[in-house]
C-alpha cells in the first residue's frame, strides 16, 4: 500500500512547486513595482531637487563673485571657476542618473533571479512528483511480482 503514499507525496510535491513558484512571481512582480517606484521618484522628485539646488548655488556664486568686486568676463578667473562649477554640476548630475539607473537595473535583475528560483521551485517539484511516482510504480510491481509467487494477493 506504499504506492498510495507515494502518489499522495507526488501531488503534495507538485503543489507545494507551485505554491513557491507563486510566491517567487508575487515576490518579483513586487521588486520590479519598486524599482518602476524609484526611477519614478528620481525623475520627478530627487533630480529636480538637484538641480534647484545647484541653481541656487549657483546664482549665490555668481553674486558673491560680483559682490567682490570682480568682472564676470570670458577669460577672466571669476568666469573660468563659475564654468568649472557649472561642469562639476553637470559631473554631479550625470553620477545621480548613472546611480539611479544602475540601482533600478539592480532591482529589475533581482525581480528576475527572484522569478527563476520560482522556476526552480516548480521544476524541482515536478521532479520530486515523478519520483514518487517512479517509487509508487515500483511498489505496484513489487507487489504484483510477489503476489504472484505466492499465488495469493500480497500487500506490502
Given at each position: 500500500?506504499?504506492?498510495?503514499?507515494?502518489?499522495?507525496?507526488?501531488?503534495s510535491?507538485?503543489?507545494?512547486?507551485k505554491?513557491?513558484?507563486s510566491?517567487?512571481?508575487?515576490?518579483?512582480?513586487y521588486?520590479?513595482?519598486?524599482?518602476?517606484?524609484k526611477?519614478?521618484?528620481?525623475?520627478?522628485?530627487?533630480k529636480?531637487?538637484?538641480?534647484d539646488?545647484q541653481?541656487?548655488?549657483?546664482?549665490?556664486?555668481?553674486?558673491?563673485?560680483?559682490r567682490?568686486?570682480?568682472?564676470?568676463?570670458?577669460?577672466?578667473?571669476?568666469?573660468?571657476?563659475?564654468?568649472?562649477?557649472?561642469?562639476?554640476?553637470?559631473?554631479?548630475?550625470?553620477?545621480?542618473?548613472?546611480n539611479?539607473?544602475?540601482?533600478?537595473?539592480d532591482?529589475?535583475?533581482?525581480s528576475?533571479?527572484?522569478e527563476a528560483?520560482?522556476?526552480?521551485?516548480?521544476?524541482?517539484?515536478?521532479?520530486t512528483?515523478?519520483?514518487?511516482?517512479?517509487?509508487?510504480?515500483?511498489?505496484?510491481?513489487?507487489?504484483?511480482?510477489?503476489?504472484q509467487?505466492?499465488?495469493?494477493?500480497?500487500?506490502t
Amino acid at each position: 500500500m506504499s504506492f498510495l503514499g507515494n502518489i499522495a507525496a507526488a501531488q503534495s510535491a507538485k503543489a507545494i512547486g507551485k505554491y513557491n513558484a507563486s510566491v517567487a512571481y508575487k515576490e518579483a512582480q513586487y521588486e520590479r513595482k519598486k524599482a518602476a517606484v524609484k526611477q519614478k521618484v528620481y525623475e520627478t522628485v530627487e533630480k529636480p531637487r538637484l538641480l534647484d539646488q545647484q541653481d541656487q548655488q549657483f546664482a549665490n556664486f555668481f553674486v558673491n563673485s560680483l559682490r567682490s568686486g570682480a568682472e564676470m568676463r570670458e577669460g577672466t578667473t571669476p568666469f573660468l571657476v563659475a564654468l568649472k562649477n557649472k561642469q562639476l554640476q553637470s559631473f554631479d548630475v550625470a553620477i545621480a542618473d548613472y546611480n539611479s539607473k544602475v540601482a533600478v537595473t539592480d532591482m529589475i535583475n533581482q525581480s528576475l533571479l527572484i522569478e527563476a528560483r520560482g522556476r526552480g521551485e516548480e521544476f524541482k517539484g515536478k521532479m520530486t512528483a515523478n519520483t514518487e511516482y517512479m517509487k509508487a510504480a515500483g511498489s505496484l510491481l513489487t507487489m504484483g511480482s510477489k503476489s504472484q509467487d505466492a499465488g495469493r494477493l500480497v500487500i506490502t
